[in-house]
């Protein structure tokens, strides 16, 4: 069965839409993620609306929605309270005025109450901008340079971390102490002289190298579950490990939560692995599909900024927009239940695409954890960054996504993205999904 071609012929409307954009846009988008070489071949998709679950391209065709705008939609599309709140803000209040508003600190309280790692927290735009200001806290509280980071991550594209995201394996070194490798060229000379690359999951690594250098490091920068290599989960004790090697040392513990905050339960990854970092940085579930960013840690070394030791400034943060959503998403995720309802849901999708997949004889992991997931076409457990270069077959998850996507079930193209699910997301969401996936499993089984 041929897949890439069905697809097509009904998104007509959408090739049309890439060839007058590419005139006019480098590349045709506006994110990297959504380019051809990203894996929207021979174009992306192009988005009428979205309304809870569901989404309709420009061509009519509608999807069960799992790509989630990468994230941030945890509570569907168009979520009646943080529209409401938006809208009346802006109605009644403004935008931006380059002055505090009142609601600025209750939505601070919230995040502390939410997150028990988190004493005080500063608001940004995005999560690049939240890691960037995250690193320079680290280094000016603990008066070291280096950063440890994980290879397969991504920490947003400030020249400090962007790098070691997606190296060829003949560029990265050996595998027990990777290289640098710029995510490209424009970077400037020397700044990965301050990086100290390692692989995930591996804590006899990590505590030989804290134990070497742990004098010069300032932070240890890692996502709580590798979300940008697909989905790969920690193993038993790493984060605990990690958390004692750092607290021994004095070296900052930052979390990445961009993708798990407000995800996998009101205080993120770390209530959920029951570990406390030293700094966390939030966005995409937080703004209920609005852009909004948070940096949130230790008083003693929030205290720099309250000092104005070191500078957090943006003319756009804590705009009124973001602030609203932000207050109304969390309400809503607040509600008695939620996470309750949201995992149960996730479970049953989780582990039917793992049955229907195996069923049909395909050599397959499903791995997640609550609405955050990835499927694995690979025969053994993938647990890092090369396992995933060396063992998963990235041929079939194209054959798979295309088959999904002709199925109308939407989600992104590449593995080392996920599969997100939100609280629009309902039973006959799941029924309609698992039947798509097991006439594709079964189609994908001939092929090959």
């Known amino acids: 069965m ?19 954009a590419r005139q006019v846009i480098p590349g045709g988008v506006n994110s990297t993620a959504r380019a051809q070489w990203s894996g929207w071949m021979p174009y992306p998709l ?41 809208v009346d803000f802006i109605e009644r209040r403004g935008t931006i005025f380059a002055l505090p508003t009142a609601e600025e600190a209750v939505l601070a309280e919230k995040i502390i109450a939410a997150v028990p790692s ?46 070691s995201k997606h190296p060829a394996l003949a560029k990265a070194g050996p595998d027990d102490r990777p290289n640098p490798v710029a995510q490209g060229p424009g970077m400037p000379e020397g700044v990965e002289e301050n990086l100290i690359i390692l692989p995930w999951n591996d804590a006899d690594i990590l505590a030989d190298v804290i134990g070497r250098e742990g004098d010069e490091i300032a932070a240890v920068l890692t996502e709580p579950v590798m979300c940008n290599t697909g989905c790969i989960l920690p193993k038993p004790g790493f984060l605990e490990t990690m958390r004692t090697l750092t607290q021994e040392r004095g070296i900052v513990l930052i979390f990445d939560e961009v993708i798990t905050g407000f995800r996998l339960g009101l205080g993120g990854a770390q209530e ?28 003693d070394i929030m205290k720099l900024v309250a000092d104005g030791t070191v500078s957090m400034a943006g003319t756009y943060t804590a705009n009124g927009i ?31 695409l793992e049955a229907e997949l195996r069923a049909a004889g395909l050599p397959v992991n499903v791995v997640g954890i609550g609405p955050l997931m990835q499927v694995w076409f690979a025969e053994r457990p993938i647990e890092n960054y090369r396992d995933a270069e060396r063992h998963a077959d ?23 993205e996920n599969l997100f699910v939100s609280t629009a997301h309902t039973a006959e969401d799941i029924v309609l999904t698992l039947r798509a996936a097991r006439d594709t499993a079964v189609a994908l089984a001939r092929t090959i």
């Open 46 to 86: 192009f988005v009428d609306n979205g309304n809870g679950s569901r989404l309709q391209d420009v061509d009519g065709n509608q999807y069960v929605d799992y790509l989630l705008g990468l994230g941030p939609m945890i509570l569907g599309h168009r979520p009646s309270g943080v529209t409401r709140a938006v």
């Open 394 to 416: 990235q041929g079939l998850f194209r054959l798979w996504w295309e088959g999904m996507l002709e199925r109308g079930v939407l989600f992104h193209p590449g593995a080392y």
């Open 272 to 299: 959920r692995f029951g570990i406390r970092p030293d700094l966390t940085v939030f966005a995409k579930g937080l703004g209920g599909g609005f852009p909004v960013a948070a940096l949130g840690g230790h008083a």
């Open 322 to 352: 973001a602030v609203a959503a932000a207050n109304a998403a969390l309400d809503e995720l607040a509600r008695p239940g939620t996470y309750d309802r949201l995992d149960r849901i996730s479970d049953i999708l989780r582990e039917g």
């Open 118 to 163: 988190v004493d005080q927290v500063r608001l940004c735009n995005t999560g690049t901008e939240a890691v960037l200001y995250a690193t320079r806290l680290a280094r000016a509280f603990t008066r070291r340079r280096k950063v440890i980071r994980f290879e397969g991550m991504y920490h947003g594209f400030s020249d400090g971390v962007y790098w």
């Open 2 to 20: 041929n897949f890439i071609h069905k697809p097509l012929t009904r998104t007509t409307n959408s090739a049309a839409l890439f060839d007058a």
